[in-house]
């Protein structure tokens, strides 16, 4: 029988992320490779181990093996415990029945019993897909201070961007007034980040009304929150100030990964206060040949760099051959890049390879409308000699944009 805990993690990270292409045809976002050496999901399953927050069930649906290989006991984030700790949560078949999650909301409903085993006060609902550092427990103390039934992370956005986003209002109390699901003419600038902590008995009542309504979306923007509004339940926005990146298009990928070279960004993953923590293979050092010439860019261990490298991050097991050049650019792990290559304003995936007098992309000044124009090579493709990957363009294996 499990110990009783103040608060349970919920995490959703089932989602397919189609605006990544072919980035996750095999693998779900969450487990997208990010920053040389971590997949998007280090970074919430950090913040929640950072926070105290030592319960964590992880709730996966599409292409779920290779996050839950790469989850596992949860050792990496400290997770691995005798009372609590990480575990990976597919739909799966009961006696009365089988269904994949519907939405975010079915999703916890169909998990009610992991957190009742908890008996938790407070449920702490999760993204698996953003670029953030958060320390939860204010937010919790917030949540309890206030005496909420519900409490919404959130940030402003510029106005032209509101709509992406559910917007709410709020008193000066921060008691939310009025919410919607990323409405057309938003009156406001408050977006939801995705994090909510709910009172548990207070939520598990919605929950099962919800799936009891057969119009129902199933979903927490569409359907929970709002109806929890309408009722007049205590609900409270918890304003986050940092560093925070929704990851869902590759020119936002992109964006983040350039990021992290940047001092004045706000995301410094040095912070020995806030570690994120990943899992990672043993690989040797890094070789840094004669020919190589490495200016602000992030090297990971377990490569063979003798190429021009430049604002650039490039991941583990990586190779870069001789007069290869690389800038502005993300390579994921093990990936190649022959020589006398090309490589601007690209995204080269895990284990592809871009053959000799290649030219992947192009440089460009800026983003147009919003969005940068990435080339895109996918996981295990390889380019042949002297083929060109237009800016913009997204080659999977195969062979499609």
């Known amino acids: 029988m499990a110990s009783d805990k103040q608060c349970v993690a919920m995490l959703l990270a089932g989602g397919q992320g189609t605006r990544l292409g072919v980035l996750t045809k095999e693998v779900a976002k969450p487990a997208v490779p990010f920053g040389g050496k971590y ?75 992991f957190a009742d085993r908890y008996n938790p006060e407070y449920v702490l609902i999760l993204s698996g897909d953003h670029i953030y550092k958060m320390d939860y427990s204010k937010m919790l103390s917030s949540h309890i201070k206030n005496g909420a039934d519900c409490t919404i992370a959130v940030l402003d956005v510029p106005i032209e961007q509101a709509s992406r986003f559910g917007i709410m209002s709020a008193d000066s109390n921060n008691r939310i007034t009025e919410f919607e699901e990323k409405p057309k003419h938003p009156k406001s600038t408050k977006a939801s980040m995705g994090i909510y902590i709910f009172t548990w008995a207070k939520l598990k009542e919605y929950l099962i009304k919800d799936e009891a309504d057969k119009n129902s979306y199933n979903d927490f923007g569409k359907n929970i929150i709002p109806n929890m509004l309408r009722d007049g339940q205590k609900m409270y926005t918890y304003d986050f100030v940092g560093y925070w990146k929704d990851v869902g298009t590759i020119s936002s990928l992109w964006e983040a990964n350039m990021d992290l070279l ?44 003798d190429g021009d490298i430049s604002n650039s991050i490039v991941s583990t097991g990586v190779v870069v051959e001789k007069g290869a050049i690389v800038k502005d650019s993300v390579l994921m792990p093990n990936s190649i890049i022959r020589k006398g290559a090309v ?27 919003g969005e940068w124009k990435i080339a895109v090579v996918g996981p295990r493709v390889s380019i042949k000699k002297g083929d060109k990957v237009a800016a913009g363009e997204m080659i999977g294996a195969e062979g499609g944009k």
Not at 56 to 75: D, R, S
């Open 39 to 113: 997949r998007i999901i280090d970074f919430t399953l950090s913040n929640t181990i950072n926070s105290d927050i030592d319960t964590i069930g992880v709730l996966t649906q599409y292409q779920p093996f290779e996050l839950n290989q790469y989850i596992g006991n949860g050792q990496p984030w400290d997770f691995d415990r005798l009372d609590g700790g990480a575990f990976v949560l597919p739909p799966y078949q009961t006696a009365k029945s089988g269904e994949w999650y519907k939405g975010t909301a079915n999703a916890i409903y169909q998990n009610i019993n």
């Open 262 to 305: 940047d001092p004045q960004s706000g995301m410094n993953l040095s912070d020995r206060k806030w570690i994120v923590y990943a899992r990672n293979a043993a690989e040797p050092p890094r070789y840094v040949g004669l020919n190589a010439k490495l200016f602000n860019s992030v090297v990971s261990e377990g490569g063979e760099i």
């Open 343 to 369: 490589v601007s304003h690209a995204i080269v995936g895990w284990n592809a390879e871009v053959g000799e007098n290649c030219v992947i992309g192009e440089h460009q000044s800026g983003p147009i409308n």
